[in-house]
């Protein structure tokens, strides 16, 4: 991905679509999606914008069902370096909630469904404690919650929260420090170990290309979402006081998750207690799939119709949406 990304389609469909811009929020809609009744809203992971879902087939196959809007959280120059300002409880009570209201308010959308990815899977997760107007949630690749992943994630975030975020920052603005990882990680000859060692992908899965540009186009955020994540991965589980687990089992409308076994930020145990609730739930893991692979790899596109025949199956979505 490079800033022709901001211009250019996704994997070639044509040029997307601008709706709205702030300095919190930006959206963009899939050209092909049409006016439709459903609407699926992507919400990126950390340190990421469209080009998260942009550089697979996963916004193409949802336009096929609905129309297809990408949020990109604190707006449209991230991609330029613009510095966030919000932590994840900005993001929860405040710019998400936002994306949702504008995306309600599109001509002909009477249900949205809230697509996430990482991060933004565990904002979608932690907002089903306000029962917010979304009709459905699909997350992938979630650390539900974060301390029941692999036991290297609790160790980063005990060092983050109490070494390199209170003392580092005092000398070096966490974001420099960030972009200066995020450069190390993209140099040819180390990137692939980098990816290698952090499992954000399996190369058969999606081209060491597009993880490389992943990267790249990944803006690093503040501090503040820094200690978040930290606290989250030394075990709280929780944002601005949210159990996420227990907002998920609570829901009674529709969860899809997906999973991918080689995933650092989880694996199988993340999953318990997350197929059990008051509502329809459906719970996929993904052999030899990474962190990223879930929406940019292959298995994409198969991820895609197990989604849509769940919502099917259990009318959040009316099989007659299908378009072409």
Same mark, same amino acid.
């Given at each position: ?21 702030? &300095? ?12 439709? $009744? ?10 990421? !914008? ?22 990109? %959280? &604190? ?19 405040? =710019? ?20 996430? !990815? ?15 107007? *979304?009709? $459905?949630?699909?997350?992938?690749? /979630? ?9 290297? *994630?609790?160790? +980063?975030? /005990?060092?983050?929260?109490? +070494?390199?975020?209170?003392? =580092? ?26 990816? &290698? ?16 540009? %992943? ?12 200690? &978040? ?9 929780? *944002?601005?006081?949210?159990? =996420? ?9 529709? *969860? ?47 991820? +895609? ?20």
């Amino acid at each position: 991905m490079t800033q022709r990304d901001n211009e250019e389609g996704m994997n070639g469909a044509g040029r997307l679509v601008p709706l709205f811009a702030s &300095d919190r929020l930006a959206l963009w809609e899939h050209p092909s999606s049409g006016q439709r $009744s459903d609407a699926f809203l992507l919400v990126h992971g950390l340190g990421q !914008h469209r080009s998260t879902f942009t550089a697979g087939a996963m916004p193409g196959e949802l336009a096929r069902f609905g129309r297809v809007i990408l949020a990109e %959280l &604190d707006g449209p120059d991230r991609a330029t370096g613009a510095r966030p300002t919000r932590g994840l409880s900005g993001y929860l009570f405040d =710019v998400v909630p936002e994306a949702i209201a504008r995306v309600r308010e599109l001509p002909g959308v009477e249900r949205v469904h809230y697509v996430g !990815h990482s991060m933004g899977a565990y904002l979608g997760s932690a907002l089903l404690a306000g029962d917010p107007p *979304i009709r $459905s949630l699909a997350n992938f690749a /979630a650390p539900l919650p974060l301390a029941r992943g692999r036991p290297q *994630i609790k160790l +980063v975030g /005990a060092v983050a929260r109490k +070494v390199l975020i209170p003392f =580092v920052h005092k000398r070096f603005p966490m974001d420099v420090v960030l972009r200066l990882a995020k450069d190390i990680a993209t140099l040819p000859t180390r990137g692939l170990g980098v990816f &290698d060692l952090v499992r954000l992908g399996v190369p058969e899965e999606a081209p060491r290309e597009v993880l490389r540009a %992943l990267f790249t186009t990944g803006v690093p955020e503040s501090v503040s979402v820094m200690m &978040d994540l930290a606290e989250l991965a030394v075990g709280g589980g929780r *944002i601005a006081g949210i159990d =996420v687990l227990a907002a998920i089992k609570r829901w009674p409308g529709p *969860i899809f998750s997906a999973l991918g076994d080689a995933d650092v930020f989880g694996s199988a145990a993340c999953l318990q207690g997350a197929l059990d609730g008051a509502g329809p739930r459906r719970t996929v893991l993904v052999e030899r799939s990474g962190h990223s692979d879930l929406v940019i790899g292959r298995r994409a596109r198969s991820l +895609v119709r197990e989604l849509i025949g769940f919502l099917v199956q259990t009318g959040a979505i009316a099989g007659s949406t299908r378009a072409g």
